[in-house]
């Protein structure tokens, strides 16, 4: 019983220290670089050392305290849930919720043909189907701690909602389409011999340790990317001259949306590594629709994520899902290419 | 008992395949240990996270590998 106290209070105890540090940490590292190297102001070397220095216990604080929450919500969501809150829903309200729901599930891409075929074998249309599984790898909790560490919460916002809005309208066109015929044959002819039992409910001090877990899982994972990728970032930031690349990919170029979406398919980075190295390229005059549409291409269609869906989809309708996705984050990138320049 | 670790190979599934048979090892149970990566063998258990493990049938645990002692726990509560 004490230990049940002991991890509460041990997170009440470290959240208004975690807001100290953050609180001051500019006045920190400013200290560190200043102070105790000793460096000048104003070049490039000590301005590239600045930003890493900055930067990185900043990304990896809010990722420290975002996971942590977000893995507290999961522990209230399961795909078993989410499956019975999605069936019977009628279209659109289906993919509203279904795009939704991708947010909190707990979702690993590895799960991907389970999820779909459990999903499928309920009666959920394909198209909601595919609004969870095209919301639930492009927004996740690291993606959300990156937009808001290095761009501000105004365009982490403006990730999220977007991307909901891809999911949701693709979701929805993909059904339209009636492609289920492109399902792989066997999917339809699987049947469960047995139904899951309900989980027991948890405690808040397992819900506490399940968010401590996957705060370790996940920060063990991609410390080093987020390490390389700010790394990258600073160097660029110190040494590459501001406004650098907006000639090819930052002015009204109407190819620039599709280039990037072109160049991220193929690219598989999880979110750690390619949010600084994109905020590097806004900094040198990318523009953010361009920024944007590179970053969710990257994410959110990936290579690794197509080989394992080929198992249940024929490849026609996995071209016609890459497709209507591509198409929804170029209508994305352009709109906010050009609200950027109104 | 028969144990079954259901998961197509990603490294989770290998984990927890081989903490089950340190467990079942540790243990000394007289258990089998079968990995099934046969993806419609493993939709019939109904799971929609892997991996997951079976004992005896019934799905005990799915989507996380535990640690070892809980692990234990569930093997002997599924005597």
Known sequence: MSRIKNKIVLVLILIPVWILVYKYLQEISEFIVFRIFQLTPEKHLTETLRFFIFEVPKVLMLLVLIIFVVGIIRTYFSPEKTRKALEGKPLFVGNVVASLLGIVTPFCSCSAIPLFLGFVEAGIPLGVTFSFLIAAPMINEVALVLLIGLFGWKVALIYVLTGLSIAIMA?????KLKLTRYVADWVYKTHAKQSLEEEQAKTLNQRISA???????IVGKIWIYILIGIAVGAGAHGFVPD???????????????PLAILVGIPLYSNAAGIIPIVSVLIEKGVTLGTALAFMMSVIGL?????IILKKVLKWQLIG????????GIIIVGLIFNYIVFI | MEIKVLGSGCARC??????????VEELNLDATVEKVEDIQKIMEYAVMRTPALVIDEKVVLSGQVP?????????????
């Open chain 2, 67 to 79: 640690k070892i002692n809980d692990l234990k726990e569930l093997l002997t509560n599924n005597l």
């Open chain 2, 14 to 23: 290998k984990a927890l395949e081989k903490l089950t048979s340190k467990a």
């Open chain 1, 302 to 306: 990936s290579l690794p994520e197509i």
């Open chain 1, 243 to 257: 406004e650098y690349l907006a000639g090819a990919l930052g002015s009204q170029n109407w190819y620039s949306v």
């Open chain 1, 320 to 327: 016609v899902f890459i497709g209507v996705v591509a198409i």
């Open chain 1, 171 to 175: 979701g929805f066109i993909l059904e």
């Open chain 1, 211 to 217: 968010g401590g877990e996957v705060v370790k899982e």
